[in-house]
């Protein structure tokens, strides 16, 4: 359970969030990915750098606990206008360190790009894990690898053997659990690895909308004014393009790239050890008494 929870009260639409760890570590706000998603599917594994850190989620607008009966289409700007306010109310001092997987990657470098100029606590790093592409082409070429790799014969097989196990009748939500898991098992570098996951659910009208509010996007360029440090994480199984996340590191002035070996999009599952050793060290070297 979070040690602190409620809905913000600035938002246009109230957004849920909630606070794991101790009260006066560092803080870290965690941007889950989506589009149209919620925060829960993190967990427990993110909670790991609960022990030293504060960790601060929130759900997005339109997904998870922060879903609205609004008919207004939700757009990239409306993620990045929530998540001023969200940094604004929850009052993150002098010093913001975002943690962006996923989507929640992309989020972070719009927000870094567009708005961290707009907020009373100034950017101060970045933690990119496995991010969403940081343009349109190489998003179509992750569409493409996801498509092919949930219609391999691996998981076609697994679907058909969950179907004849008899699991349906005995277990109902047993049987729903694992076809989500069957349903992401293309993420994985292992598609057997995709086990005791925690489900989630996309809202498809949210997560259509930001995509098309995005278009035939490119944040290359605009990355080069983002000077704060950054850590990017990417497994090397990604079917997102390892060469997305190469571009981000190239042109942002001050990041580095970790690549996970034998790991897909889900880090926080597939080598655990290896991404909070990242993160932490990253944490360690770049907190203010470290830098000042």
Not at 20 to 45: E, K, N
Not at 68 to 81: G, K, L, M, Q
Not at 273 to 291: G, I, K, M, P
Request: aromatic share 10%; with cysteine.
């Amino acid at each position: 359970m979070p040690r602190e929870f409620g809905f913000t009260a600035t938002t246009a639409v109230p957004l849920y969030w909630c606070a794991y760890g101790s009260v006066g570590a560092p803080r870290l706000l965690v941007l889950h990915g989506g589009p149209g998603a919620h925060h829960d599917y993190l967990l427990p594994q993110m909670l790991e750098l609960a022990d030293r850190y504060e960790l601060v989620f929130y759900d997005q607008r339109g997904g998870g606990r922060s879903k609205s009966d609004d008919r207004e289409p939700i757009t990239w700007r409306t993620h990045v206008d929530d998540l001023i306010r969200v940094v604004d109310e929850l009052h993150f001092g002098n010093a913001l360190s975002l943690v962006g997987y996923s989507w929640g990657g992309l989020l972070a470098m719009l927000y870094a790009t567009d708005a961290a100029a707009r907020t009373t606590a100034p950017l101060h790093r970045l933690i990119l894990i496995d991010p969403a592409p940081v343009n349109r082409e190489f998003r179509a070429t992750f569409e493409y690898e996801m498509a092919r790799r949930q219609a391999a014969p691996e998981i076609q097989r697994m679907r058909e053997e969950v179907a004849a196990s008899g699991l349906r009748e005995r277990d109902p939500e047993a049987y729903r659990h694992r076809l989500f898991e069957l349903s992401v098992a293309g993420y994985f570098a292992h598609p057997d690895r995709a086990r005791d996951l925690t489900p989630f659910r996309v809202m498809g009208r949210a997560q259509q909308s930001v995509w098309e509010s995005l278009g035939d996007y490119d944040l290359t360029a605009q990355l080069s004014a983002v000077d704060v440090p950054t850590l990017i994480v990417h497994g090397r199984q990604d079917p997102i393009p390892v060469a997305s996340s190469e571009a981000i590191a190239r042109a942002i002035p001050r990041a580095s790239l970790v690549l996970l070996d034998d790991c897909g999009h889900v880090p926080y599952v597939e080598q655990p050890v290896a991404l909070f050793s990242a993160v932490r060290d990253f944490l360690a070297t770049t907190n203010l008494s470290t830098l000042s």
